[in-house]
């Protein structure tokens, strides 16, 4: 009986050491996992702040480039406005500083004036008398009338600047883009075209119905066109 009593005394001691040694090694292991979780997550509280740092300065710049576009093409909306009120103008038919004259019928330039010049200044002149015929110019270069790509194109063909007779259209891809030093064609392609030589007009658009190319003192408005110059001229 006695060695009964002393067996299970021994099997509860036995027991109660293994749970102490158990919850020794739990608490043991929670003391040295706790330091690693902690900095696991300070890692990723870190992680999550420098991409929110990140992200925001994204945001920041597309703001700022979108600013900056707003401003290219209010920019350029406000250029575009400015030309367009320029171009709607009228405009005088010669410049105070000009290098042509005009008599009220013919014009004419100084003998120190660039040869292709004086032949278009006086091929000009030899078409004042001439009507207007829509086509008329286009067959023939001399013709008995001339509508108002015919005239231009003979002008500058004349002055050795041009190898056919151009369309309206065709006027559109001629010489240069801009205002030239001696002459400029304005076009409005499929529309109308005409040629200003040191700022004097010649153009088939008048105050008289069916009246051909002239020289043409009055302003007008040259919205629509666009300008155009044979290369160094």
């Known amino acids: 009986m006695k060695t009964l009593i002393r067996l299970a005394l021994t099997v509860s001691l036995l027991a109660i050491a293994s749970a ?3 919850q020794n090694g739990y608490s043991a292991a929670g003391y040295y996992a706790a330091p690693q979780a902690q900095a696991a997550y300070a890692q990723e509280q870190a992680n999550a702040q420098a991409w929110a740092a990140w992200n925001a300065q994204q ?31 009228p405009r005088a038919a010669v410049g105070g500083n000009s290098q ?52 231009t194109s003979y002008v500058l063909m004349k002055a050795g600047l041009l ?32 040629v200003t030589i040191c700022g004097l007009r010649m153009d088939t ?13 009055q302003g007008r408005n040259y919205a629509g066109f666009s300008p155009r110059h044979p290369v160094g001229f």
């Open 205 to 217: 658009s008048g105050q008289v119905t069916g009246e051909g190319p002239r020289w043409r003192t």
């Open 59 to 89: 945001q920041a710049n597309a703001a700022g480039w979108a600013r900056y576009y707003a401003d290219q093409a209010a920019a350029q909306a406000t250029a575009k406005q400015a030309a367009a009120q320029r171009a709607s103008a």
């Open 100 to 151: 042509i004259r005009f008599d009220g019928r013919f014009a004419s330039v100084g003998q120190t004036a660039p040869q292709a010049l004086q032949f278009a200044v006086y091929a000009a002149n030899t078409l004042q008398n001439k009507p207007y015929v829509l086509g008329g110019g286009h067959r023939n270069i001399e013709d008995s009338a001339y509508d108002c790509s015919s005239s």
């Open 20 to 22: 102490a040694n158990a």
């Open 163 to 194: 190898n056919r007779c151009l369309s309206s259209k065709e006027f559109a891809n001629y010489g240069q883009a801009g205002v030239g030093r001696f002459i400029t064609i304005w076009v409005k392609p499929g529309e109308h075209v005409f």
